[in-house]
């Protein structure tokens, strides 16, 4: 267990050091969201684009990880679904769906990724991205545009999300780098070298915005609901994931090794960090934000117990 602690800890060390510079007044939490805009719109699309850009374009994406991953995202939306169906509103019913089944690959999975798979953790980032800036996070937008009732155009509905997902730096980065592989190009060193120190700066500086994000976050609103979220991310993802990944090894899509421990590790990380944003156009953003730092807090047990269990 100490040794699973030690891959876990400077990743929970670092989140805490960033609650507390925000919190002891070192950085603003408007600082913060400039840090996070460098991350999200800078660093990890130059990331991406390196890691799919500098590799063969068979070598870049894995069918079984992005299959297992994909039917793990999707089938816990539909238990997530049912469930809050019974318990709460349509509007707070998007949220929990949304919270459920959107991970945090880049503020915290790929740190996490960087240290147990150096070798392909840009990789695997490239994959989940896909996957959930394809599926995971375009429909649970259209179940929370849903919720607000009103004249439905679903198809328009679609096509707009869609659209807003194409024009976002991480896609174009993903995209631009799948073509640059496709042509068979070769970045020039110095380009490499630059994309690599942007690159370089995306995990320390992802964990210290998660971290001082979270030292601005309300603490208030359904408590209850926020930790029925929480639980469906950590625990309902992580399993449903791990049915996936045996099925798909019952009709020849098996999973090994790293891969098969990645997809995984991949579900169980932590809301991702704009789902408060998300929550606030239909009013929920109270209980996005508790159920965003309940999952990144309870994270660190159910991270390290899943580590323990699968290593």
């Known amino acids: 267990m100490l040794s699973i602690l030690a891959i876990t800890f400077p990743i929970f060390a670092v989140i805490a050091l960033g609650f507390g510079l925000v919190r002891f007044g070192v950085f603003t939490p408007a600082a913060m969201q400039a840090f996070g805009a460098f991350v999200m719109q800078v660093a990890m699309p130059a990331l991406i684009f390196q890691a799919v850009a500098s590799r063969d374009i068979s070598e870049v994406f ?15 939306m539909v238990i997530a679904f049912a469930w809050f169906s019974l318990v709460t ?76 997902v194409l ?43 998660i971290g001082g994000s979270l030292a601005g976050i309300p603490v208030k609103g359904n408590a209850g609901l926020a930790a029925q979220i929480s639980l469906g991310k950590l625990v309902v993802q992580p399993l449903v994931t791990l049915a996936a990944v045996v099925a798909l090894a019952g009709v020849g899509l098996a999973l090994g090794g790293d891969l098969r421990t990645a997809v995984i590790l991949s579900a169980a990380m932590p809301i991702f960090a704009i789902y408060v944003v998300f929550a606030q156009e239909i009013g929920r953003e109270g209980l996005a934000s508790l159920a965003l730092l309940g999952s990144t807090v309870g994270a660190f047990v159910t991270v390290n117990l899943l580590l323990y269990v699968m290593t």
Do not use: W
């Open 167 to 209: 024009k976002r730096p991480l896609v174009i980065g993903l995209l631009s780098g799948l073509a640059f592989s496709a042509l068979g190009l070769t970045l020039p060193d110095p380009v490499d070298r630059g994309l690599g120190t942007l690159a370089a700066s995306a995990a320390a500086l992802a964990l210290v915005v």
């Open 62 to 76: 894995n069918p079984a990880y992005m299959a297992a991953y994909a039917l793990g995202g999707l089938g816990t």
């Open 89 to 164: 509103d349509p509007g707070r019913r998007s949220v929990g769906v949304m919270g459920s089944s959107c991970p945090n690959s880049g503020f915290v999975g790929y740190p996490l990724m960087l240290i147990l798979f150096p070798d392909i953790a840009g990789l695997l980032l490239a994959m989940n991205f896909l996957v959930e800036n394809v599926l995971f996070i375009p429909l649970a937008l259209v179940f929370m545009d849903l919720s607000k009732g009103g004249e439905q155009h679903l198809g328009a509905k679609i096509g707009r999300v869609l659209l807003s």
